[in-house]
């Protein structure tokens, strides 16, 4: 999954967009609907790809490098945070998932 997401970043480069600190030069494509749902489905991609993820690898270095990346994606992506807001009270993730989810959701700082 995670060679996907950068498949598409290659592909479509405004992608980076996800990142909040990656918008600069996209803001039109930032306008377009069709774009907005795009950003959407990737944020769907990388959330999905995380929950798979963080349901299946045991503790240890792996789960803490997993763990790491997700908090600091999902820190850095309001998209991505909006899509977990609205999906909070859904029951559509891993009880793993899930539970890192509200311990990040709390702490993220927006500037």
Same mark, same amino acid.
């Given at each position: 999954?995670?060679?996907?997401? %950068?498949?598409?970043?290659?592909?479509? *480069?405004?992608?980076? !967009?996800? $990142?909040?600190?990656? /918008?600069?030069? =996209?803001? @039109? /494509?930032?306008?377009?609907?069709?774009?907005?749902?795009?950003? &959407? !489905?990737?944020?769907? +991609?990388?959330? %999905?790809? =995380?929950? #798979?993820?963080? @349901?299946?690898? *045991?503790?240890? *270095?792996? &789960?803490?490098?997993? +763990?790491? $990346?997700? /908090? %600091?994606?999902?820190? /850095?992506?309001?998209? #991505?945070?909006?899509? +977990?807001?609205?999906?909070?009270?859904?029951?559509? $993730? @891993? *009880?793993?998932? #899930? !539970?890192?989810?509200?311990? #990040?959701?709390? @702490?993220?700082? &927006?500037?």
């Amino acid at each position: 999954m995670l060679l996907e997401f %950068n498949k598409q970043l290659i592909a479509d *480069p405004a992608l980076w !967009a996800i $990142y909040d600190t990656e /918008r600069d030069g =996209f803001e @039109s /494509r930032l306008k377009e609907k069709e774009f907005q749902l795009k950003l &959407r !489905a990737m944020g769907n +991609l990388l959330i %999905n790809m =995380f929950d #798979l993820t963080l @349901s299946q690898v *045991p503790a240890g *270095p792996e &789960r803490t490098a997993w +763990l790491s $990346y997700f /908090r %600091n994606v999902v820190s /850095r992506s309001t998209t #991505l945070e909006m899509i +977990l807001k609205e999906h909070d009270e859904l029951d559509v $993730y @891993s *009880p793993e998932f #899930l !539970a890192e989810w509200k311990a #990040l959701k709390g @702490s993220i700082k &927006r500037t």
